[in-house]
């Protein structure tokens, strides 16, 4: 089984930043993906960032030069830096891992963009 928790939301004003953080722990393969998306209040889910176990990154247009994605692979951790933030920023951020076994998704973690 593969656990995945994500940290480190809260509320940020505009142009502030915020680092999440999210942790997988079971059974991790060795070759995984893990990919940070994001669910505003009324709209779908959508990707913000992802990074394969050999750091390669991608990012949505709307994050792209703002958001950085890193890894540390001794523990299994993902971290989303989110800088510049904006309002539109606003949603509930998941973290999931994909790897040969399945998907598997955190619990959410709210990031709140308001002056």
């Known amino acids: 089984q593969v656990q995945v928790v994500e940290s480190g939301g809260g509320l940020v004003q505009p142009g502030g930043s915020l680092r999440l953080s999210c942790a997988a722990s079971g059974r991790i393969s060795s070759s995984n993906t893990m990919r940070w998306y994001r669910q505003a209040p009324g709209k779908e889910r959508e990707l913000a960032a992802s990074i394969t176990r050999g750091d390669s990154t991608d990012y949505a247009d709307s994050v792209k030069g703002r958001f950085t994605i890193s890894r540390d692979n001794a523990k299994n951790t993902v971290y989303l830096q989110m800088d510049s933030l904006r309002p539109e920023d606003t949603a509930v951020y998941y973290c999931?891992?994909?790897?040969?076994?399945?998907?598997?998704w955190g619990q959410g973690t709210q990031v709140t963009v308001s002056s």
């Open positions: 999931s891992l994909f790897q040969s076994t399945g998907f598997y």
